[in-house]
């Protein structure tokens, strides 16, 4: 007779023989349509990692950071910070031609709008 402590040290058994049942399941497909360019890519980058290219995709996936597309509002923004650039760009050269100290305060004002553009621009609540 058989012990039972014996038994814990053991693999469940199994009468058809075989490889045992996989803990994780790959059961669900996505189909992806690249370019030649692209299928290379991946295929050359998976061969570096030492990888199958399906489990490399699967890798880069995990890890990928998505940013998302700019909003209406946020091309604004970038509308609007083309202008003030263009602005202090404007200004730069009037203050070389009629003096520094005349512009300055403008400048500061411009380059303080521009500042506060960009913060809106770069916030993670994007």
């Given at each position: 007779m058989i012990d039972k402590t014996e038994m814990k040290d053991q693999k469940p058994y199994n009468p058809k023989g075989g490889r045992p049942p996989k803990k994780i399941k790959l059961d669900s497909q996505?189909?992806?349509?690249?370019?030649?360019a692209e299928r290379f890519l991946i295929a050359s980058k998976a061969k570096e990692?030492?990888?199958k290219p399906s489990v490399w995709f699967?890798?880069?996936?995990?890890?990928?950071?998505?940013?998302?597309?700019l909003k209406p509002e946020d091309a604004g923004l970038l509308r609007m910070l083309a202008g003030m650039a263009n602005n202090l760009n404007q200004m730069t050269h009037l203050a070389h031609?009629?003096?520094l100290l005349?512009?300055?305060?403008?400048?500061?004002?411009?380059?303080s709008e521009i500042d506060d553009v960009l913060k809106k621009l770069t916030s993670d609540d994007r």
């Open positions: 996505l189909m992806v349509r690249l370019t030649q990692a030492g990888m699967r890798h880069a996936a995990k890890k990928a950071k998505v940013v998302a597309r031609v009629d003096g005349s512009y300055q305060r403008k400048c500061r004002e411009l380059l």
